[in-house]
Structures are given as C-alpha cells and as structure tokens.
Nanobody
Framework: QVQLVESGGGLVQAGGSLRLSCAGV??????MGWFRQAPGKEREFVAA????????YYSDSVKGRFTISRDNAKNTVYLEMNSLKPADTGVYYC?????????????WGKGTLVTVSS
C-alpha cells in the first residue's frame, strides 16, 4: 500500500491559479490520477497520466484549464489549475489507478482543500 500526500490547496479568487502536488510514489510505475469532491456531491474524476507513455486524460469540465504532469526525479505528480471557477471548489485527491480506462482506484491520498471564491 502506497502513501500519497497531497499539498498546494488553498483559497483563490475566480480566475486564479493553483498547483497541487502529490508525493509518495514513483509515477513511472503507476497510473496516477486526480479526483475531487465538492460539498454534497460524489467524488469525480479530474485528470490522469499513464505511467508508460505519460499520456494525459481529462474530464470535460477541466479540459483546457487543468494540466496533469509528473516529475520522475521527485516522485511527484502535479495538477496545474488555471482559470479557476467557484465550481472547482472541493477536496482534491491524488490516487494510484489500478485501471486507467475505468478510473479504478487502488490507493487514495487524504486530500487537499481548494476553495474558489467568486
């Protein structure tokens, strides 16, 4: 069982940017993903990066605004979030994916809170 630690959350105004980090695993060995959970809603997929090719995948709601990337030397995965909207508010979770195609999660981090004010 891996231990994932997210950081970088905080309060930002609409239109602003944040970069989340997820440390704890070698991203060249795992498919990695970011998910989020807004208050009163189910957890949803945000973005993923394939361990073999580095190919990236995004939900329609963040495509063009968010970028997932990895730094193999630092064993860290990032989520760069730009043009943030109040609808992006929630707890963001990093995860290892047992199956990327179905977004099947193997391990979760504890999450980091992102609040976007209008």
């Amino acid at each position: 069982q891996v231990q994932l630690v997210e950081s970088g959350g905080g309060l930002v105004q609409a239109g602003g940017s944040l970069r989340l980090s997820c440390a704890g695993v070698d991203p060249t060995l795992y498919n990695m993903g970011w998910f989020r959970q807004a208050p009163g809603k189910e957890r949803e997929f945000v973005a993923a990066i394939r361990w073999t090719t580095g190919n990236t995948y995004y939900s329609d709601s963040v495509k063009g605004r968010f970028t997932i990337s990895r730094d193999n030397a630092k064993n860290t995965v990032y989520l760069e979030m730009n043009s943030l909207k109040p609808a992006d508010t929630g707890v963001y979770y990093c995860a290892t994916l047992a199956k990327l195609a179905t977004r099947t999660v193997d391990s979760w981090g504890k999450g980091t809170l992102v609040t976007v004010s209008s």
